[in-house]
């Protein structure tokens, strides 16, 4: 599978730094009060608006389908937004948020959730044109068998793996269609990599034929 798409894939963020993030984020848009009707709290006047509440709640919900919205839910949710603005608003006082290691991590989780909305919405654009054909599902099968009977192992007839089979293709067409999607995206870029500079940095005797200053990739 192609290496790019292994980055790509990669790049996950973990549900911890979306909510410290994201808290910072809205901390930077909310800071004004606005329309006063629309806060259900407020940390040191800086009000949490009902929008970004209601944000919050669909994320969780999201996250762990058995959530239930409950008023004993909604406190501790309310309390753990109180808790990570305070927090926030304690690190600005401290000068952290100008920390050139601060701003990095930002502009990482930026790019990485970039990077995922750009592959769910190609994913999305793929859905509508891929399909998995029927024969699609007995080559797939037929090779499955193959391999059992190398193995010796005794596979489980069409009809059982029918729609995993079926959901396997589709997974991998969609691969497939990113990965052919993003070699044409660089067919068509300009890009040169420094070789030279990459192999002394790590001290790499240059044994590859690179020719330096400028091989275009």
């Known amino acids: 599978m192609n290496k790019h798409f292994f980055r790509m894939s990669r790049l996950l963020v973990s549900p911890v730094l979306l909510a410290v993030l994201g808290t910072i984020f809205i901390y930077g848009c909310t800071k004004g009060k606005g329309d006063e009707s629309n806060i259900v709290a407020t940390i040191n006047n800086e009000p949490i608006k009902l929008e970004d509440f209601q944000r919050e709640m669909a994320l969780r919900s999201k996250q762990d389908p ?49 990077i995922r909305e750009l592959i769910e919405a190609k994913n999305r654009e793929w859905e509508k044109r891929l399909f998995v054909s029927e024969k699609d599902i007995e080559d797939y099968y037929e090779k499955m068998q193959h391999t059992a009977e190398k193995d010796m192992i005794e596979l489980p007839p069409l009809q059982t793996l029918y729609d995993q089979i079926k959901r396997d293709i589709f997974l991998q067409k969609k ?27 790590f001290d790499i005797e240059n044994k590859s034929g690179h020719t330096g200053d400028g091989d275009v990739r």
Do not use: C, H
């Open 66 to 114: 058995s959530y239930k919205i409950t008023p004993q839910a909604i406190d501790e949710q309310i309390d753990t937004i109180i808790d990570r603005r305070l927090m926030i608003q304690e690190a600005t006082k401290m000068g952290l948020t100008s920390n050139k290691d601060f701003v990095r991590t930002i502009q990482t989780f930026w790019e990485q959730t970039l």
């Open 175 to 201: 691969t497939d269609a990113l990965e052919t999607w993003l070699k044409e995206v660089r067919g068509k870029a300009v890009i040169e990599v420094n070789d030279k500079l990459l192999d002394a940095s």
